[in-house]
T-cell receptor, first 113, second 113 residues
Framework: GNSVTQMEGPVTLSEEAFLTINCTYT??????LFWYVQYPGEGLQLLLKATKADDKGSNKGFEATYRKETTSFHLEKGSVQVSDSAVYFCALRIRGSQGNLIFGKGTKLSVKP | EAQVTQNPRYLITVTGKKLTVTCSQNMNHEYMSWYRQDPGLGLRQIYYSMNVEVTDKGDVPEGYKVSRKEKRNFPLILESPSPNQTSLYFCASSDRVGTYEQYFGPGTRLTVT
């Protein structure tokens, strides 16, 4: 079946530290990959996306590269800020499916000043 | 402003008392979906709708009903709520082109006692 596995949290970092949140996937078809972010008390927002192998999604200083050979889509940021504290969700959608997203369990990030 | 709205944002109710959580989007999206979010489980899809009068079960549909009589609205109905339906609920919508980017509502925190 299709599934997404992301690293367990919580992750606690100091401001300006480097961030990596690992995400791997299993897919029977050819997926599009997403990272969503959920700030405290809010709904999810799309952070970045990639639709084919070797694509790099980027937004707000975050990046993730679609690696078909390792079935991964790790989220990275070179220097985190306190305002990046949130829960991050990796997700996939199989092309040709009906639009349904399959989410990982989420990784909570806390950034300390 | 493009948005998905949900009401109520917070609800405390008792076992067996029917309730409806409304969801409305102003982006003319065909696809709408309901998720529940529980600690350690991430987001799980309850029901989704590809268009007016077209609905289908997601991963955890038991105890829920939906309807799609108008394109903009997709209410979630709990006919006889139970404590295990205490959760954070999100409605989402997307267009059915491109990457199917989903837009999420702010969430409804439901407590069933």
């Amino acid at each position: 079946g299709n599934s997404v596995t992301q690293m367990e949290g919580p992750v606690t970092l100091s401001e300006e530290a480097f961030l990596t949140i690992n995400c791997t996937y299993t897919a029977t078809g050819y997926p599009s990959l997403f990272w969503y972010v959920q700030y405290p008390g809010e709904g999810l927002q799309l952070l970045l996306k990639a639709t084919k192998a070797d694509d790099k999604g980027s937004n707000k200083g975050f990046e993730a590269t679609y690696r078909k050979e390792t079935t991964s889509f790790h989220l990275e940021k070179g220097s985190v800020q306190v305002s990046d504290s949130a829960v991050y969700f990796c997700a996939l959608r199989i092309r040709g499916s009906q639009g349904n997203l399959i989410f990982g369990k989420g990784t909570k990030l806390s950034v300390k000043p | 402003e493009a948005q998905v709205t949900q009401n109520p944002r917070y609800l405390i109710t008792v076992t067996g008392k029917k309730l409806t959580v409304t969801c409305s989007q102003n982006m003319n999206h065909e696809y709408m979906s309901w998720y529940r979010q529980d600690p350690g489980l991430g987001l799980r899809q309850i029901y989704y709708s590809m268009n007016v009068e077209v609905t289908d079960k997601g991963d955890v549909p038991e105890g829920y009903k939906v309807s799609r009589k108008e394109k903009r609205n997709f209410p979630l109905i709990l006919e006889s709520p139970s404590p295990n339906q205490t959760s954070l609920y999100f409605c989402a919508s997307s267009d059915r082109v491109g990457t199917y980017e989903q837009y999420f509502g702010p969430g409804t925190r439901l407590t069933v006692t």
